[in-house]
């Protein structure tokens, strides 16, 4: 295979159909932000009708998050077993059956077990959609595409805060619309998913390469074969799951699993109990989940703004600076709790917004430094992991704000901040520019790349 065969497909144009794909594929964090979020709304309710004590409020805030942890790694084996396509909307088809089945939950139990399930269906979708669009999208296009699944995510959150105080006002019933609404939007994902063809990196690793040079013509035009598209078995030994651990992916999947985790331990926290957290801090009611919303938005303008500095600033330099200054606003926040609530909006917008570096790299970084033949179950394996930390973090937050108070509850975000700092300074690699084979490839000339660029 020659580097001029291999590259014409990593250096192609972005087409239409790669634009169509990283829209149906954002579906997925979609439903995340606009799941994860819509419970922080409905628990006003929820809690003082089913006379729920913090324990309870917190294991179904949680519900989901623990459901994403079985879910991810449990889709991401599924997807490198059977292929990207077919799971592609079974997962979404499960969202849509619990979703509408929780307007009859009655008890917190069956309200978790439902939330667990939803989560776990959301979780199968990521190493599913992330694996089908990175390996379809040239190099250069790659990680803004695979960022901007997680701005979707913040869209999802934030159309949930408005369509929850929408239905917050319909009566004591609200909770329930709120929750099966989650329904609607994942409906038209599923039809608009139909149809999108099979990985090709995927089918010539199982041998049927038929099917994918099928899928180039298809995709790229005719006069496109098997022959242009990268042999990564070629330039690195086959690998399986096992050697995630046992090998050097060991040291990728313990370093994305620490800064995923760091990431998303204080967002998630935020998102499930925003308007309690923003109540804490004297904006109570409407202006809470206003409030919410407005930080969901600066969520959304940190995530657009690091697409742009993704391929620019490059993977490194970008996850340590989000960490280390969006770290700083929460030790504002943690040290002044009490402070005019202007100021205290003004810093959780500047976490917000400068977080947004270490989101938009949650799903590049896993993509790009694991092979084929194992992407997807990497992906499903961090993914679970960072959802353990974030899970018990979500479950410890009502528990946090009656023992520490807000002040100490913010001061605790600023810590995991801060290890998330650490972490990527001793750590992160730097994949910018280079194709999925040399990225993911444990050899010299990858090694040598990181080493130069980390010490730049």
Request: some cysteine.
């Amino acid at each position: 295979m020659t580097a001029t065969a291999g590259n014409r497909l990593d250096d192609a144009p972005l087409s239409r159909f790669h634009k169509k794909l990283a829209l149906y594929s954002s579906g997925g964090p979609f439903l995340d932000g606009y799941v994860l979020s819509i419970i922080g709304v409905a628990m006003v309710q929820i809690t003082d009708q089913q006379n729920l004590s913090d324990s309870a409020e917190g294991l179904i805030g949680a519900s989901a998050l623990i459901g994403i942890f079985l879910g991810a790694f449990a889709g991401g084996w599924l997807t490198d077993k059977f292929g990207r396509q077919l799971l592609y909307t079974i997962d979404l088809i499960a969202i849509i059956g619990c979703s509408v089945a929780q307007f009859w939950a009655d008890d917190p139990v069956w309200l978790f077990i439902l939330r667990l399930l939803i989560g776990m269906a959301v979780g199968a979708d990521y190493p599913i959609a992330t694996s089908l669009l990175a390996e379809f999208t040239p190099r250069r296009y790659r990680g803004p595409l695979l960022g901007g699944l997680v701005v979707m995510w913040f869209v999802g959150a934030a159309v949930a805060y408005i369509v929850g105080e929408a239905l917050l006002q319909t009566g004591d019933d609200g909770w329930r619309w709120m929750l099966a609404s989650a329904a609607l939007p994942a409906t038209i994902i599923v039809v608009l998913r139909h149809g999108t063809p099979e990985s090709p990196r995927w089918l010539a690793n199982k041998g049927r390469t038929e099917e994918a040079e099928a899928v180039l013509k298809r995709v790229y035009g005719p006069d496109v074969t098997i022959a242009d598209m990268p042999d990564e078995a070629e330039e690195r030994e086959n690998v399986d799951l096992k050697a995630i651990i046992r090998s050097g992916y060991g040291g990728r999947m313990l370093y994305i699993t620490a800064f995923w985790t760091c990431s998303i331990v204080p967002l998630f926290a935020i998102y499930a109990f925003g308007p309690k957290i923003l109540g804490a801090l004297n904006l109570e009611g409407s202006l809470a989940n206003v409030g919410s919303a407005l930080i969901t938005v600066m969520f959304l303008i940190g995530c657009v703004i690091s697409l742009f500095f993704v391929n620019r600033m490059g993977r490194r330099p970008l996850v340590i600076h989000s960490f280390v200054w969006s770290g700083l606003a929460l030790l504002l926040l943690g040290l002044f709790p009490g402070a005019p609530a202007a100021v205290i909006m003004v810093l959780f917008a500047t976490y917000a917004i400068i977080i947004g570096g270490t989101q938009i790299l949650q799903w590049v970084y896993p993509n790009e430094l694991f092979p084929t033949e194992v992407r997807g179950s990497a992906v499903g394996l961090a993914s679970s992991a960072s959802r353990i930390g974030a899970a018990v973090g979500t479950y410890l937050v009502p528990m946090a704000l009656t023992s520490w108070g807000i002040g100490g509850t913010m001061l605790a975000a600023a810590v995991i901040n801060a290890v998330g700092a650490v972490v990527s300074v001793l750590w992160a690699p730097e994949t910018r520019g280079m194709t999925l084979t040399e990225a993911a490839a444990l050899s010299p000339r990858t090694t040598e790349s990181v080493s130069r660029t980390a010490r730049v």
